[in-house]
T-cell receptor
Framework: EAQVTQNPRYLITVTGKKLTVTCSQN?????MSWYRQDPGLGLRQIYY???????DKGDVPEGYKVSRKEKRNFPLILESPSPNQTSLYFC??????????????FGPGTRLTVT | GENVEQHPSTLSVQEGDSAVIKCTYS??????FPWYKQELGKRPQLIID?????GEKKDQRIAVTLNKTAKHFSLHITETQPEDSAVYFC????????????FGGGTRVLVKP
């Protein structure tokens, strides 16, 4: 089954404790992206990757890191989480976005609470 | 960069009535406009999209219109049903930005039986 998976689905942590949210897709997609969803703000892009070893900042990259060592995986790293990073996070993937508009497939989401 | 505004933020309609959600975008180079539906506790899923060379697209009870001159596009849902209750997001993208999607703030639609 074609899918995007994320782990963990729920996470409660404390300020400053490093964490990683994993994302994996089995559709051989080149493009992967991380979004955070906050009430009234829609989905805002954190980082994206056009292909292996190619990553770039989205609209709200501060406090986050990513890596793309393999095509299927795109982990999101919070080196020192803060309460303002409490949010719902979605990973997404798609074919080469250079094509004229392609559907992005979203993972199930990770609800993160930082106390 | 691109800015997408979406209205209204909440919309309550009676079952069987129509619902209309409107979005405006700022970047005239944007050429792809998808709409995503997010049911409670679920992931966003694409329901319909439109490209800049088309003015209108319809898929059963949903339709999208695009006015490139005015830089706005709309989602129309006819004969609404309870299962249409969800949050709907519009988005815009342009090739020069790696087709990065910029989303509107979302519209929470409630269909009352």
């Amino acid at each position: 089954e074609a899918q995007v998976t994320q782990n963990p689905r729920y996470l409660i942590t404390v300020t400053g404790k490093k964490l990683t949210v994993t994302c994996s897709q089995n559709m051989n997609h080149e493009y992967m992206s991380w979004y955070r969803q906050d009430p009234g703000l829609g989905l805002r892009q954190i980082y994206y990757s056009m292909n292996v070893e190619v990553t770039d900042k989205g609209d709200v990259p501060e406090g986050y890191k990513v890596s793309r060592k393999e095509k299927r995986n795109f982990p999101l790293i919070l080196e020192s989480p803060s309460p303002n990073q409490t949010s719902l996070y979605f990973c997404a993937s798609s074919l080469d976005p250079g094509l004229a508009g392609v559907e992005q497939y979203f993972g199930p989401g990770t609800r993160l609470t930082v106390t | 960069g691109e800015n997408v505004e979406q209205h209204p933020s909440t919309l309550s309609v009676q079952e069987g009535d129509s619902a209309v959600i409107k979005c405006t975008y700022s970047d005239s180079a944007s050429n792809y406009f998808p709409w995503y539906k997010q049911e409670l506790g679920k992931r966003p899923q694409l329901i319909i999209d439109i490209r800049s060379n088309v003015g209108e697209k319809k898929d059963q009870r949903i339709a999208v219109t695009l006015n490139k001159t005015a830089k706005h596009f709309s989602l129309h849902i006819t004969e609404t049903q309870p299962e249409d209750s969800a949050v709907y997001f519009c988005a815009a993208t342009r090739p020069a930005a790696g087709n990065k999607l910029t989303f509107g703030g979302g519209t929470r639609v409630l269909v009352k039986p």
